[in-house]
């Protein structure tokens, strides 16, 4: 157990639907990542938080969005839904700053999100 | 281009035998992590490696940093069913004055009974 929690394990949605990812990151972890993966595209960063405020971008498509709480639990909104959606979402949390060069990330199990 | 490259893709090795898989950078390591993940579950952290030369072990899994060559490898001894999965490596490189971590496509590893 990684100590990163994440909700719902499994979601199934239709087509130009809204859904919200939920992430609690370890105790003491300041940021918090969002990934998608699916089977072509391999893990695929969408974007950083660390301790509240947006940090990184990766490949997030305007459709979707994330925050971070002052509680630093974050969530992961996806709207218009469409087929190719569907993959695996992970969230990861750890210490980094963005300062430091080396830091671990700790995996959630995932959210597994299937568009109908 | 992929800045962090993995090899091979896929590997199926019969139960018993070594492995090896290598994940090699374009610019510049700062740290190089492993992790293994079972098909459709979340990514388990194996080891981390930071300095040129430096090797570390679990169980029978073991992982070397090649600085020169911005290379590491992960090296599986005397393989188990166990061992099967995808193995990722992630490397933090220096982007725009803060340090990031890229990853790998990753490695499939069947391990044959």
């Known amino acids: 157990d990684s100590g990163v929690t994440q909700t719902p394990k499994h979601l199934i949605t239709a087509t130009g639907q809204r859904v919200t990812l939920r992430c609690s990151p370890r105790?003491?972890?300041?940021?918090v990542y969002w990934y998608q993966q699916s089977l072509d595209q391999g893990l695929q960063f969408l974007i950083q938080?660390?301790?509240?405020?947006?940090?990184a971008k990766g490949n997030i498509l305007e459709r979707f969005s994330a925050q971070q709480f002052p509680d630093l639990h974050s969530e992961l909104n996806l709207s218009s839904l469409e087929l190719g959606d569907s993959a695996l979402y992970f969230c990861?949390?750890?210490?980094?700053?963005?300062?430091?060069?080396?830091?671990?990330?700790?995996f959630g199990p995932g959210t597994r999100l299937t568009v109908l | 281009s992929q800045e962090l490259e993995q090899s091979p893709q896929s590997l199926i090795v019969q139960e018993g035998k070594n492995l090896t898989i290598n994940c090699t950078s374009s610019?510049?390591?700062?740290?190089l992590y492993w992790y293994k993940q079972k098909y459709g579950e979340g990514l388990i952290f194996l080891m981390m490696?930071?300095?040129g030369g430096e090797e570390k072990s679990h169980e029978k899994i073991t992982a070397k940093l090649d600085e020169k060559k911005q290379q590491s490898s992960l090296h599986i001894t005397a393989s188990q069913p166990s061992h099967a999965g995808i193995y990722l490596c992630?490397?933090?490189?220096?982007?725009?004055?803060?340090?990031?971590?890229?990853w790998g496509a990753g490695t499939k590893l069947i391990i044959k009974p």
């Open positions: 990861a949390s750890s210490v980094r700053t963005g300062f430091v060069s080396t830091d671990t990330q700790y």
């Open positions: 105790s003491g972890d300041l940021s």
């Open positions: 938080y660390y301790n509240g405020e947006e940090r």
């Open positions: 610019k510049t390591l700062y740290g």
């Open positions: 490696l930071q300095k």
């Open positions: 992630g490397a933090d490189i220096l982007m725009d004055s803060n340090y990031q971590l890229i």
